[in-house]
């Protein structure tokens, strides 16, 4: 079982940036792709960003404003969000895939954390 931890939400203005950060429990960690999925009222859960031993991927809509990384000793990652805009508005998950691999997909992933709130005001 992975237990996932988010934080770093809140609300900011359109420009402004945050950072977000995921501590996960388990001992093989480094093996893992993470993943940070978004979820607006009404709107379905998705992709932001993941990050695995072979690279990064990035929805097109945040690509150059958003940057995945992650810390393999303290079993934790980040999304750095710069340049925010009201529509990056949402409940922004951190998930597990307790495997290495590309994986875009809700399906693609194992766990999931509770959520935190970003809310841009323009």
């Known amino acids: 079982q992975v237990q996932l931890v988010e934080s770093g939400g809140g609300l900011v203005q359109a420009g402004d940036s945050l950072r977000l950060s995921c501590a996960a429990s388990?001992?093989?960690?480094?093996?893992?792709?993470m993943g940070w999925f978004r979820q607006a009222p009404g709107k379905e859960r998705e992709f932001v960003a993941s990050?695995?031993?072979?690279?990064?991927s990035y929805a097109d809509s945040v690509k150059g404003r958003f940057t995945i990384s992650r810390d393999n000793a303290k079993n934790t990652v980040y999304l750095q969000m710069n340049s925010l805009k009201p529509e990056d508005t949402a409940v922004y998950y951190c998930?597990?895939?307790?495997?290495?691999?590309?994986?875009?997909?809700?399906?693609?992933?194992?766990?999931w954390g509770q959520g935190t709130q970003v809310t841009v005001s323009s």
């Open positions: 990050i695995r031993w072979s690279g990064t």
């Open positions: 388990g001992r093989a960690f480094t093996t893992y792709t």
């Open positions: 998930a597990a895939r307790v495997s290495s691999g590309y994986a875009t997909g809700r399906s693609d992933y194992h766990y």
